[in-house]
């Protein structure tokens, strides 16, 4: 690291003192209780680039915090911009990688009972990193490369994109100010912060200022946006951010606006998909929007904002053997235009001008993204636009696209931030008419309030019948609540057979059946058991005490704490029933079933 300083652009003689105070602080940081900074980061890495080395990690907060030698290699290579994209200057960027070692399957991840109350859209990830960072590279002559090159990564379960995006604005500016020091504060601030608390308005020192953000919760309603009061937001003690995730999709979406329900689909159905970008920054944006269409649906597949050649899953994602997996990649290296090019989508973002419509004196026909076929040898094309094999079942808006994709007034010279909201409507719109007959057939599989019985274990939802649910679309499909037309059956079979329904419907299951073991609960704790013991044999009794210790088991498995008033009531109708057994019984079933 000849030339390079820890934090600025210094020289060796800062770089070494910020070295030893890294040495001496990480002995101090392994005695300090990481827990609160765990609920929201799970490290903070500096990456530099080393003559000899290359790419690598050169410091991690906290210095206990593991990574597998895998996990150390991708986010290294992740953190630069791939194939001199000529990011000159300061630039942000995020990516996501499977978690590979200690922290697999969401080992050390910090989760809350509040957490549970978040969007799924916003739920912590248990199987992937999000790496948000902040490169910087500057031409500096006392470095033999001739480049300063370094950056600042946050990473984290947590897909909070906005959010981290502002945080690290506050965070790597002052790091390559200040030095390691200044980063060290950062997370010692962050290590104050008290748990993500959906729902919450939550006030959050950084660096000598108030960071204030709303968390939402899964109730809210699409378009919330709830804030600070106008006195909090001209404080300039406070960094407002408005939302966590509030992304642009007219931003990163405008030069393929015209094919929108295209896209839409592609995403819904979890078609692979390849997004070909000319910067870090525009990959990452446009894959993180593509998934945020069909909110709020999450996107069960797996997808990759930033992705290179040296990642470890390279060769699983581009192999010609077999079909392409179902995974959104983004990608800036030309190389991957003629690697990728058997895979059946591909959107190529290039360099527009956003936040307006097609520049003047260029004709309408040039700036419209169109469905448009390339030759096969033609691999260095970025002119935006969708390549796409897929047999499209909806038609266009034309309505919509003709009044975002406009170039003459209002559009033209509406403001970016009313053409996000309008897509965003648009597509909420579309994914909810989509979701109402899946909802609505749902409910037919919950089982009557009648089949639940306190003697009887609780009832679960009956299993989902693809043939039954197509039939009910004939009279009660998307087509009564969405002007568009097309053939609604056709992209339900599609979807019927895709990880985003597999999700769903797991997701649903799971809060039918909860709600069905709630209303069970609630009928056992009022249940007169002297009544029902009347004509009972000893073994019914039995099968019963069996159930309700169950039932005990599972409150006190979910709440550890703090026990519902319902466990007081399960275990009361436990001694009743004991207390009418045959004394021989009584001492047998008596260890087992009373608390001691």
Not at 75 to 101: E, K
Not at 390 to 412: A, E, N
Not at 473 to 482: D, F, I, Q, V, Y
Not at 487 to 513: D, I, M, Q, T
Request: proline fraction near 8%; include cysteine; aromatic fraction near 10%.
């Amino acid at each position: 690291m000849s030339g390079m300083a820890e934090g600025g652009q210094g020289g060796q003689a800062q770089g070494s003192v910020l070295r030893h105070v890294s040495r001496e602080d990480s002995s101090r940081a392994v005695a300090i209780s990481w827990e609160n900074f765990s609920h929201w980061v799970c490290c903070a890495c500096v990456v530099t680039f080393d003559l000899e080395l290359g790419q690598a990690i050169e410091t991690i907060i906290p210095s206990h915090y593991v990574l597998s030698d895998s996990e150390k290699s991708n986010i290294s290579y992740l953190s630069f911009p791939d194939s001199n994209s000529g990011c000159m200057g300061d630039t942000q960027f995020h990516f996501r990688i499977r978690c590979s070692g200690s922290g697999a399957g969401g080992t050390g991840l910090q989760q809350t009972a509040d957490h549970y109350n978040a969007p799924l859209v916003l739920m912590p990830e248990t199987g992937y990193y999000y790496g948000f960072v902040y490169f910087r590279q500057v031409k500096d002559s006392d470095i033999r490369r001739g480049y300063f090159q370094k950056s600042v990564v946050l990473l984290t379960r947590l897909p909070y994109i906005t959010f981290f995006y502002q945080i690290l604005q506050k965070i790597a500016p002052e790091y390559f100010t200040n030095g390691l020091p200044s980063l060290e504060s950062a997370c010692y601030n962050i290590n104050q912060w008290l748990p993500p608390r959906p729902g919450h308005v939550v006030q959050l020192p950084l660096l000598g200022q108030l960071v204030q953000v709303r968390l939402p919760t899964k109730s809210d309603k699409p378009g919330d946006t709830r804030g600070p009061d106008e006195a909090i937001k001209r404080s300039s003690a406070v960094m407002v951010i408005p939302a966590v995730h509030d992304l642009n999709l007219y931003q990163a979406l405008q030069p393929v606006l015209n094919n929108f329900e295209l896209i839409w689909e592609l995403v819904l159905t979890n078609e692979p998909i390849v997004v070909i970008a000319t910067s870090p920054t525009l990959c990452a944006n446009t894959v993180q929007a593509l998934v945020s269409l069909i909110h709020p649906l999450k996107y069960a597949g797996d997808y990759r904002p930033f992705f290179t050649i040296h990642d470890s899953e390279f060769k699983h994602y581009t192999t010609r053997t077999q079909a392409p997996p179902q995974v959104i990649l983004g990608v800036t290296n030309p190389f991957f235009s003629k690697t990728l090019e058997h895979w059946p989508h591909i959107i190529r973002i290039g360099v527009e001008p956003t936040g307006t419509a097609a520049p003047r004196g260029r004709p309408k026909e040039e700036h419209k993204a169109t469905q448009r076929s390339r030759s096969p040898g033609d691999h260095t094309d970025l002119r935006p636009g969708i390549n796409s094999k897929y047999k499209q079942m909806l038609h266009k808006d034309k309505t919509f696209i003709k009044l975002i994709v406009s170039t003459k007034t209002p559009p033209g010279k509406r403001p970016m931030e009313v053409q996000n909201v309008m897509i965003r409507k648009h597509a909420l719109e579309l994914t909810t008419s989509f979701i109402i007959p899946l909802e609505r057939y749902l409910a037919s599989l919950m089982p009557l309030k009648r089949d639940v019985s306190p003697w009887r274990p609780p009832p679960q939802l009956k299993p989902f019948n693809t043939e039954q649910f197509l039939r009910g679309m004939e009279g009660a499909g998307p087509h009564l609540t969405s002007g568009i037309k097309g053939n609604w059956s056709g992209l339900y079979k599609r979807f019927l057979n895709c990880p985003n329904f597999v999700h769903w419907f797991s997701v649903r299951k799971a809060e039918a059946n909860q709600k069905l073991r709630q209303l069970h609960l609630d009928m056992l704790c009022k249940a007169d058991v002297n009544f029902w013991m009347r004509d009972k044999q000893e073994v019914e009794i039995v099968d019963f005490l069996i159930q309700v210790k169950d039932c005990v088991s599972n409150i006190l498995m979910h709440h550890p704490s703090a026990p519902p008033p319902a466990l007081q009531a399960l275990q009361a109708q436990i001694r009743t029933v004991v207390s009418k057994l045959p004394e021989d019984l009584q001492s047998c079933l008596s260890p087992n079933f009373l608390p001691s």
